[in-house]
């Protein structure tokens, strides 16, 4: 068995165990900032993002729809009491488009922020990307309510990342130096 199909199978049996019984393929636990068996999985879904997407803090009144994670990346939702079901949708992917988009000042280091506004009648539709090294994240907003700062900082609040080093340093202490996210290729 190779290194990365035995990491995959590894971070698979700890997800399961720590509560992934009866969900469908490619469904997972949310990816916590500090639960680096569904972040070895995340990192693996974008194999060249350099900065990993994840759950640092959970602002009262919001909570976890839905995560997935496969081949083609991790997606994971946010409910809001005030904001609406489905209020944020976080998603890791290799790359993304921001042409017709805003360039902001990031709050993420490494990454590069863009921002767009779909809508604000009805409530409040916009997207906000960050781009860094080997990948990006997109993270729709689409609030129930009219659109208010304090609704949009509190998704900022609730994500974090983590960078994909830290990934590597956390598995190959997890497995005394034997795995990694990214086994080295032997020819």
Known sequence: MTGRVKLVSVALLLTVVAGGCGRTPGDANPPWCDDFAVLVLAAQSAPTAQLIPCLDAMPLGWSVDETHIDERGTVFTLDSTIAGKDAA?????????????????SDVVGAARFEFVDSIESGFRGRRVYT????????DLAFDVDVSAALVSEVSIALGYVTRDEVNDAIRLITDGREQVDPTVEG
């Open 132 to 139: 860094f090294d080997g990948g990006c994240t997109s993270i």
């Open 89 to 105: 949708r976080v998603e890791l992917r290799e790359n993304c488009d921001t042409t017709g988009y805003v360039e902001v000042p």
